[in-house]
Each structure stands twice: as C-alpha cells, then as structure tokens.
C-alpha cells in the first residue's frame, strides 16, 4: 500500500515538471547529421587514397617488368635499374602530392562542417534559450494573477 502511494505521489511531482524532449531529440538529431556528414569526408578521402596507392602500386609493378627482362649487355642492366629508380622517384613525389591534396581538402571540408555545425548549433541554442524565457515569463505572469 505504501509503494502504491509513494508511486502515485512520485507520478504527480514528474507531472508537475514536464520535461519537453524535443530539445534532447533535436540535439540528437543535430549530432547524427553531423556525425553522417564527418563520416562522408573521411570515406571520400580513404576512397581516393585507396585508388591513389592502388594505381601506384600498378604502376610499380609495370616498371618491374621492365626491369626484370633479360638485356643484351651487362651495362643495359645498371641503365635499367637507374631508371626505375629515377622514374620511381618521380612518381613517388607526385604521388605525395597527390596524397598532400586528399589530406589540405580533407581538412578544409572538415573545417567547413564543423563551422556549419557551430553555427547551426548556435542558432539552436539561441531559440531554446528564447522559448525557455517565453515559458518561465508566461508561468511567472500566471502565478502572479493568481495572487
């Protein structure tokens, strides 16, 4: 019998202090976007660097083939390995590069979300605060009728 009372007694208090969830839903909401949007960066640039580091290895392997062909003179063969060395280092360089430009716009996109996220964040934060004033003025207004 108690704990019937005590749970009618601990119901009627909750009752007395709504709580609107709907900022916990949108805050919810808001982190998923974000989260989707962060995710869509990263797999974008681990798709490139993928593609990047699969066509040069490709690449690596054509140039081995050359290397590995049976040459005339003994001296074909230190040409050979100097210019798989020279045209490996080449393409080295550019591929860093190219792994350079994947990382300076994985970061201006971040920067970019982040910045829209911050922003649309305040603004959400900016109506609550102004929704949460508008309730606790209409409430103090009432309780001050009713004096």
């Known amino acids: 019998m108690a704990n019937q009372d005590f749970t009618a007694m601990f119901k009627d208090m909750m009752g007395a202090f709504p709580v609107d969830t709907s900022a916990m839903e949108d805050a919810f909401k808001s982190t998923a976007a ?3 949007k962060l995710s869509t960066v990263a797999l974008d640039a681990a798709e490139k660097s993928a593609e990047l580091s699969s ?3 490709k690449d690596t392997l054509t140039k081995m083939g050359e290397i590995s062909k049976v040459k005339a003179e003994p001296a074909d063969y230190a ?14 360089a550019e591929n860093m590069a190219a792994f350079a ?6 970061q201006m996109d ?3 979300v982040l910045m ?5 964040m305040s603004e ?6 102004k929704k949460a004033t508008e309730e606790v003025t209409t409430a103090a207004k009432k309780a001050a009728a009713a004096k």
């Open 34 to 36: 974000l989260s989707e």
């Open 55 to 57: 066509q040069w290895t």
């Open 79 to 92: 040409k050979a390995a100097t210019d798989f060395a020279s045209a490996s280092a080449e393409v080295a």
């Open 101 to 106: 430009e994947i990382a300076k716009k994985v």
């Open 110 to 112: 971040t920067v970019e």
């Open 116 to 120: 829209a996220a911050g922003k649309d």
């Open 124 to 129: 959400e934060a900016t109506a609550a605060v």
